[in-house]
């Protein structure tokens, strides 16, 4: 355990308590205006934690493998919690869209599962990384846009079509970064399939 390690067992952590402050601000008590400003905070500190756990681990040379299994899966784990809430609530997003993200990571991480098991170590791709960029960034737009709604500026149409149409955008990348994953790696994958 090191420092980076704490920073991304920091935002596991904090990852459900972004469904509880959206889908039940009301039963605590939080003032729908104070709602997207809480959220903003939490994915503030979540999406910082990302970057300061890897500027830690490569400044510090403790690049670790616990840290390379652990830090996409904290991604998977904080934006899927994030974009399961959105189904509900105000924003709607349809489930769908949502499952393309989930679906990618099952995948993904089944064949990574398979690889370590055979002895085949997958690297990460790039896609990967732009992909988890474009989720934080599609959180932010939609939490942004939370608070002109909230306020009365915008409609909920507006708050809902501009959502869906950034995370649609987002789930056809993720195919593509699912894509790119096994055809860059498909020689690993055929070998470890190959012992099966």
């Known amino acids: 355990m090191n420092p980076a390690h704490v920073f991304t067992f920091l935002r596991i952590v904090l990852s459900p308590v972004f469904p509880v402050l ?4 009301e039963a605590l008590g939080i003032p729908l205006k104070w709602l997207p ?3 903003l905070a939490l994915l ?3 999406e910082f934690s990302d ?3 890897g500027f830690i681990a490569r400044k510090r040379n403790q690049v670790t493998d616990l840290g390379k299994v652990l830090d996409p899966v904290a991604d ?8 399961l809430a959105f189904t509900q609530g105000f924003v709607q ?3 769908w869209v949502v499952l393309v993200f989930l679906y990618r990571e099952f995948f993904i991480g089944a064949l990574r599962t398979l690889c370590a098991l055979r002895g085949v170590a997958l690297a990460a791709r790039p896609s990967g ?7 934080a960034a599609v959180a932010f737009l939609i939490i942004g846009l939370m608070i002109p709604y909230t306020a009365g500026s915008i409609s909920l149409s507006l708050l809902q079509t501009a959502s869906f149409v950034a995370a649609l ?4 990348y993720t195919v593509l970064s699912a894509v790119d994953y096994f055809y860059a790696n498909r020689a690993y994958i055929k070998k470890a399939l190959e012992t099966l």
């Open 129 to 135: 990384k732009v992909k988890a960029v474009m989720q």
């Open 37 to 39: 400003y809480l959220l």
């Open 169 to 172: 955008i987002t789930a056809l």
């Open 76 to 83: 998977s784990i904080t934006h899927l919690s994030l974009f």
């Open 51 to 53: 970057v300061f756990d």
């Open 22 to 25: 959206y889908l039940g601000g």
């Open 93 to 95: 997003l349809p489930l």
């Open 44 to 46: 503030i500190i979540s």
